[in-house]
């Protein structure tokens, strides 16, 4: 079946540190990625999406690009800030497979030091 | 506008009870999600509502669970004979349609004693 892989947190960096959370796939269709995020306090929250190969989905200064010669979906920041200090979750829909709900990786822990 | 509430936000019950947990999706959304975290883990889907009728049950782990969407607006998920396992956060989740952006409410914590 389809999953989400990403890397082990928790993730701590100082302020204004580039930022990579890994993350890759395995689907038997051609899915969507999306990377969701959970502040402290509040419900999952849309970041960005790609939805075919080669797309960059982007938002907040976050960028992540669907790659799907290496099954890569990673996120990246070029300056966090410490407001960015939250859970970031890798999902994916495989909307061909007829499979409605998203797929989630475990969730990396960001935190960020000023 | 109002996002996608869930009641109750805590529940204690114990083993071998029976529980119910609401979702209240935005206005206007067809579909509806549900899905369970348990502690470190990320969401896993459950079911997934297009109006009144379950398009996807899928997820739902065995026939202890069942989610009713009567009206196409509120679902009621419903856990028979709770088991410790249980234990988790219940998420719900809605968007325009199936394939849209899901928008998830703060979920229910349920603690199986």
């Known amino acids: 079946g389809d999953s989400v892989t990403q890397m082990e947190g928790p993730v701590t960096l100082s302020e204004e540190a580039f930022l990579t959370i890994n993350c890759t796939y395995t689907?038997?269709?051609?899915?969507?990625l999306f990377w969701y995020v959970q502040y402290p306090g509040e419900g999952l929250q849309l970041l960005l999406k790609?939805?075919?190969?080669?797309d960059k989905g982007s938002n907040k200064g976050f960028e992540a690009t669907y790659r799907k010669e290496t099954t890569s979906f990673h996120l990246e920041k070029g300056s966090v800030q410490v407001s960015d200090s939250a859970v970031y979750f890798c999902a994916l829909s495989d909307l061909r497979r007829g499979a409605d709900g998203l797929t989630f990786g475990k969730g990396t822990h960001l935190i960020i030091q000023p | 506008g109002a996002g996608v509430s869930q009641t109750p936000s805590n529940k204690v019950t114990e083993k071998g009870k029976y529980v119910e947990l609401r979702c209240d999706p935005i206005s206007g959304h067809t579909a509806l999600y549900w899905y369970r975290q348990s502690l470190g883990q990320g969401p896993e889907f459950l079911i997934y509502f297009q109006g009144t009728g379950a398009a996807d049950d899928s997820g739902l782990p065995n026939d202890r669970f069942f989610a009713v969407r009567p009206e196409g607006s509120v679902s009621t998920l419903k856990i028979q004979r709770t088991e410790r396992g249980d234990s988790a956060v219940y998420l719900c989740?809605?968007?325009?349609?199936?394939?849209?952006?899901?928008?998830f409410g703060p979920g229910t914590r349920l603690t199986v004693l």
């Open positions: 689907a038997t269709g051609y899915p969507s």
């Open positions: 790609a939805t075919k190969a080669d």
């Open positions: 989740a809605s968007s325009l349609e199936g394939n849209y952006e899901q928008f």
